[in-house]
T-cell receptor, first 115, second 109 residues
Framework: GAGVSQSPSNKVTEKGKDVELRCDPI?????LYWYRQSLGQGLEFLIY????????KSGLPSDRFSAERTGGSVSTLTIQRTQQEDSAVYLC?????????????FGNGTRLTVT | TQLLEQSPQFLSIQEGENLTVYCNSS?????LQWYRQEPGEGPVLLVT?????EVKKLKRLTFQFGDARKDSSLHITAAQPGDTGLYLC?????????FGTGTRLQVFP
């Protein structure tokens, strides 16, 4: 596709339910990143993938958060037993290679609201 | 852990004024990027700086990377309402980009 696509764009869920967020990166981009943004502030790093492997999972807030990437393309971020503090915009980005030399191309995010 | 602090956090100015946004860290980065984000959208890359002391200009925007590659600044000359948005710096930390706390700029006509 022309850009990074994220779905759903909005998700409202009840506390305790599981949610799955999807990211379709730009074709050919080997690196994929997940970030979380609260209240229009800075971005909190969650995890990144190089191909299908995740060299750095250090940003995942708890073991309720997990992510996978298959076929070097689509990625899903799963949050189990959601809590109200999980409410945020979850942003996905892809780039040709990891690191700062290749620009990150972001999707428009999934706005998650836990009630 | 937030490694990059931006200041100011908020900036509200009149069209035509100049402004500077700062991005500071105690860590050394191999490169640093600046992004701008508008409501409901993801951040969009403005510039990448790689060399300590490097200065890059993009029309009315001037970006500088500190000599020690720990800090950076963004200067906007004669701000326009179209410059309104959230400005984010991001440092390259072992292949992951760590983002700053953000500076929200509002330019009034």
């Amino acid at each position: 596709g022309a850009g990074v696509s994220q779905s759903p764009s909005n998700k409202v869920t009840e506390k305790g339910k599981d949610v799955e967020l999807r990211c379709d990166p730009i074709s050919g981009h080997t690196a994929l990143y997940w970030y979380r943004q609260s209240l229009g502030q800075g971005l909190e790093f969650l995890i990144y993938f190089q191909g299908n492997s995740a060299p750095d999972k250090s940003g995942l807030p708890s073991d309720r958060f997990s992510a996978e990437r298959t076929g070097g393309s689509v990625s899903t971020l799963t949050i189990q037993r959601t809590q109200q503090e999980d409410s945020a915009v979850y942003l996905c980005a892809s780039s040709l290679a990891p690191g700062g030399v290749s620009p990150l191309h972001f999707g428009n995010g999934t706005r998650l609201t836990v009630t | 852990t937030q490694l990059l602090e931006q200041s100011p956090q908020f900036l509200s100015i009149q069209e035509g004024e100049n402004l500077t946004v700062y991005c500071n860290s105690s860590s050394v980065f191999s490169s640093l990027q600046w992004y701008r984000q508008e409501p409901g959208e993801g951040p969009v890359l403005l510039v990448t700086v790689v060399t300590g002391g490097e200065v890059k200009k993009l029309k009315r925007l001037t970006f500088q990377f500190g000599d020690a590659r720990k800090d950076s600044s963004l200067h906007i000359t004669a701000a326009q309402p179209g410059d309104t948005g959230l400005y984010l710096c991001a440092g390259d930390n072992t292949d992951k980009l760590i983002f700053g706390t953000g500076t929200r700029l509002q330019v009034f006509p």
